[in-house]
Nanobody, 125 residues
Framework: QVQLVESGGGLVQAGGSLRLSCSAS????????VGWFRQAPGKEREFVSA????????YYADSVKGRFSISRDNAKNTVTLQMNSLKPEDTAAYYC??????????????????WGQGTQVTVSS
């Protein structure tokens, strides 16, 4: 019954902002690790940002550090990715992912057990 659903994608101009949200059923985000990944056509799925198991630490890919921020609302059981200063190279399908097992590989897609369907982000120049 585990389900992750992303929302908030869209089309924006370079320099603009978007806020993506991930809602969960069957999981409690406050007690598991949650991450965001993205995948552009013809490219491998790429790490974007993540919480560690329990939410004690946050991680960002170098390509988004300083522009994106990850947060969670435990009461609503949602995780948000705020994306600012967007660039055309940020264009991709963005996926929410979660895991309940410990792993040092927070930036590896293979470490995550559950995935949402993705939401498209397109940044025009």
């Amino acid at each position: 019954q585990v389900q992750l659903v992303e929302s908030g994608g869209g089309l924006v101009q370079a320099g603009g902002s978007l806020r993506l949200s991930c809602s969960a059923s069957g999981l409690t985000f406050s007690s598991i690790a949650v991450g965001w990944f993205r995948q552009a056509p013809g490219k491998e799925r790429e790490f974007v940002s993540a919480f560690s198991l329990g939410g004690g630490n946050t991680y960002y890919a170098d390509s988004v550090k300083g522009r994106f921020s990850i947060s969670r609302d435990n009461a609503k059981n949602t995780v948000t990715l705020q994306m600012n200063s967007l660039k055309p190279e940020d264009t991709a399908a963005y996926y929410c992912a979660a895991r309940i097992r410990r792993s040092r590989n927070y930036d590896s897609a293979s470490s995550y057990e559950y995935w949402g369907q993705g939401t498209q982000v397109t940044v025009s120049s």
